[in-house]
T-cell receptor
Framework: DAKTTQPTSMDCAEGRAANLPCNHS???????VYWYRQIHSQGPQYIIH???NNETNEMASLIITEDRKSSTLILPHATLRDTAVYYC???????????FGTGTRLQVTL | DADVTQTPRNRITKTGKRIMLECSQT?????MYWYRQDPGLGLRLIYY???????NKGEISDGYSVSRQAQAKFSLSLESAIPNQTALYFC???????????????FGEGSRLTVL
């Protein structure tokens, strides 16, 4: 699977949009971009995935660049409960090969 | 009730003891996984099972064994626990539909194991 690069940490004010970037310049044509988050020491939670089109669900939006070498997860109105570690993973859809790196620690502040 | 339940949630044990962590799920998924997470690090896959008769080693299986007692139950054992197995352990499940949704894992709340 392609490797990803994420910033170690980010801050966001509550109520503002949180934009979490991810670089995956070696992504293959059949690989999807997945996002998970882990709140404190809870089990990771799936957020969203996409191939090349932008995706939106009740939790977030995923914007993938046209060349697919990078993507951005957007939490449109961040709340304190969105404080978590966010993992960007590139994968073909094989759960046994999902690789959780160190992610981005998002701190939402008042 | 949680869809993926792990027991115990916390356990302190001594070096050399046998420990079993249990996982049960109500999602009806065939695929189950055990991960460990060390402080400040990502998750590493220990073992996974695609069905009751299919068990596979993950990235770090040494020192661990598993048992898939039924579709809904997947246990992780440490035959002789050692201090560097102190970690947070997660069980997860996934479905198999043949598309990208197969990359969606459903995690339990974790089992914190301390080996003294």
């Amino acid at each position: 699977d392609a490797k990803t690069t994420q910033p170690t940490s980010m801050d966001c004010a509550e109520g503002r949009a949180a934009n979490l970037p991810c670089n995956h310049s070696t992504i293959s044509g059949n690989e999807y971009v997945y996002w998970y988050r882990q709140i404190h020491s809870q089990g990771p939670q799936y957020i969203i995935h996409g191939l090349k089109n932008n995706e939106t669900n009740e939790m977030a939006s995923l914007i993938i660049t046209e060349d697919r070498k990078s993507s951005t997860l957007i939490l449109p109105h961040a709340t304190l409960r969105d404080t978590a570690v966010y993992y960007c993973i590139v994968n073909t859809g094989t759960a046994s090969k999902l690789t959780f790196g160190t992610g981005t620690r998002l701190q939402v502040t008042l | 009730d949680a869809d993926v339940t792990q027991t115990p949630r916390n356990r302190i044990t001594k070096t050399g003891k046998r420990i079993m962590l249990e996982c049960s799920q109500t999602k009806g998924h065939d695929r189950m996984y055990w991960y460990r997470q060390d402080p400040g690090l990502g998750l590493r896959l220990i073992y996974y099972s695609f069905d009751v008769k299919d068990i596979n080693k993950g990235e770090i299986s040494d020192g661990y064994s598993v048992s898939r007692q039924a579709q809904a139950k997947f246990s992780l054992s440490l035959e002789s626990a050692i201090p560097n197995q102190t970690a947070l352990y997660f069980c997860a499940t996934s479905d198999l539909k043949g598309g990208p949704d197969d990359g969606e894992l459903f995690f339990g709340e974790g089992s914190r194991l301390t080996v003294l």
